[in-house]
């Protein structure tokens, strides 16, 4: 951490004005989302732009990243780390609701999607509608990504456990079809309290892998440490 916010290797992540401050669950998306060649990528939710900005720094050639944030200040501030990063002529930020939205379409769409588990409370009011999905479900996710999506693009998710089947409903629902699952175990030995995963137009064979956070001696997982070590400081 560095004053308002987390220092990465290469840029700044600032949070003091968002709703949902860096995390886990945002770094393992913008580690893992597979970038392959994809030349505009639409980041939904972008909070603070963290993911849009990992997948800036991971990216070669001439790609333009879209971060859409639906709230004011959060969109501000996203703005303003994307400006004060090595890749402001790679991401730009605009403020506005996914339902909204219209573009030319994205070849990779990303999102670390609000989502609520029942008993989770929430002192701050923005991080309760941020959580808790008020104005972004995952069903307008699916069905507003699919109609922001080239023919060959894909859509990549971090969801908690408690979403994996309705995620999968709603993808066969919008004619998309699960191409990999990331099973994400924060300790070795534990069941998966997440999962990474990528949807296509295509019906393709299915990976299905595991990423182990911590091994049973404390350790990071050696799949999990080669995708966060180009970001973290102490790797």
């Not at 030349?39 to 603070?48: A, Y």
């Not at 709230?71 to 402001?88: F, H, I, L, R, Y």
């Not at 409903?169 to 175990?185: C, G, H, K, M, R």
């Amino acid at each position: 951490m560095a004053g308002q916010g987390f220092r990465f290797k290469q840029f700044q992540v600032n949070h003091d004005r968002c709703a949902m401050k860096v995390g886990t669950d945002g770094i393992l998306l913008g580690a893992w989302a597979p970038l392959g060649r994809a030349e505009r990528i639409l980041d939904v939710g972008t909070g603070t732009g963290l993911v849009g900005l990992m997948l800036a720094q991971r990216s070669n050639g001439q790609v333009q990243i879209t971060g859409l944030e639906l709230d004011k200040a959060a969109a501000a501030q996203a703005a303003e780390n994307v400006a004060e990063s090595p890749w402001p002529g790679k991401m730009h930020i605009e403020q506005g609701a996914l339902q909204q939205f219209v573009a030319k379409p994205f070849d990779l769409i990303v999102s670390n999607p609000p989502y609520f588990v029942p008993g989770q409370h929430f002192d701050c009011a923005a991080r309760a509608s941020a959580r808790h999905g008020g104005s972004l479900s995952l069903a307008d996710l699916f069905s507003h990504g699919c109609r922001l999506l080239s023919e060959n693009g894909q859509i990549c998710l971090v969801l908690p456990w408690q979403a994996h089947e309705e995620a999968l409903t709603l993808a066969d629902s919008n004619a998309l079809y699960l191409q990999e699952q990331q099973s994400v175990i924060t300790r070795e030995g534990k069941t998966p309290t997440r999962f990474l995963l990528r949807f296509g137009r295509i019906k393709n064979c299915v990976i299905k892998e595991e990423i182990v956070i911590n091994t049973v001696c404390g350790e990071y997982g050696d799949i999990y440490k080669g995708m966060v070590s180009p970001f973290y400081l102490k790797m």
